[in-house]
């Protein structure tokens, strides 16, 4: 994706981060009373929230389907993470998969992608769960063991950008608790914002009466 970049040196203004995403098709922007900017996609049910101060850089640029699409550079820490929202999805880094489990366990993760569109993000990890469900099915626990690892890592990258992936954490958590036991996988590390994540799954399932 390529396109006219605008970069900040110092604070970024909600308006000008709205500014920016403000016209593309299937994206809603708004401000919250503390400065930040929500902007949410309805078509995958979730939306990411942003402080201003914590983007560096901006682009328009084209999908490769051709939609338009803004490209922004998200600091987190020491790390700048892109972030591409674009008409109806936005597609954001995984986590690494080291990052997820305790140190010195062993990480077999199939190819993964370096970028990840959030509807496949959901896709896959929906299409898992429900595999798992067919009378008939097999799995070899290596490969099933890297793929829950792969789509924890999907979920971890989300939210690093402020999404916040309830009903595709609810897949995962269903497929963990299914499997998870069986598998040889390391343990992961304590990651409380995962665990508020799993907690509002519990809630809406409890609201749903699931």
């Known amino acids: 994706m390529r396109g006219a970049r605008v970069a900040y040196n110092g604070r970024m203004r909600s308006e000008e981060l709205v500014g920016a995403l403000d ?73 690494y998969a080291a990052d997820m489990l305790v140190s010195g366990a062993d990480v077999r993760v199939p190819g993964a992608p370096d970028m990840v569109a959030y509807s496949e993000m959901h896709r896959d990890v929906r299409a898992l769960g429900r595999a798992l469900d067919e009378p ?8 099933l063991a890297a793929t829950l690892l792969v789509h924890r890592c999907f979920l971890a990258g989300a939210m690093r950008v402020g999404l916040w992936p309830v009903r595709v954490a609810a897949w995962w958590e269903y497929a963990w608790a299914r499997v998870g036991a ?28 699931t």
């Open 23 to 95: 016209g593309l098709p299937g994206v809603e922007v708004s401000v919250n009373g503390d400065g930040t900017v929500t902007v949410d996609v309805p078509a995958i049910g979730d939306s990411a929230r942003l402080d201003p101060a914590d983007v560096l850089n901006c682009s328009h640029v084209a999908s490769p389907t051709g939609a338009p699409a803004v490209h922004l550079g998200v600091r987190r820490g020491h790390e700048q993470l892109p972030l591409v929202v674009t008409v109806g999805d936005v597609v954001f880094m995984p986590s």
């Open 136 to 143: 008939e099915a097999e799995f070899d626990p290596e490969m």
């Open 182 to 209: 069986q598998l040889p996988l390391g343990e992961f590390r304590a990651d409380p914002a995962f665990d508020r994540l799993l907690a509002d799954v519990a809630a809406a399932r409890q609201g749903a009466g």
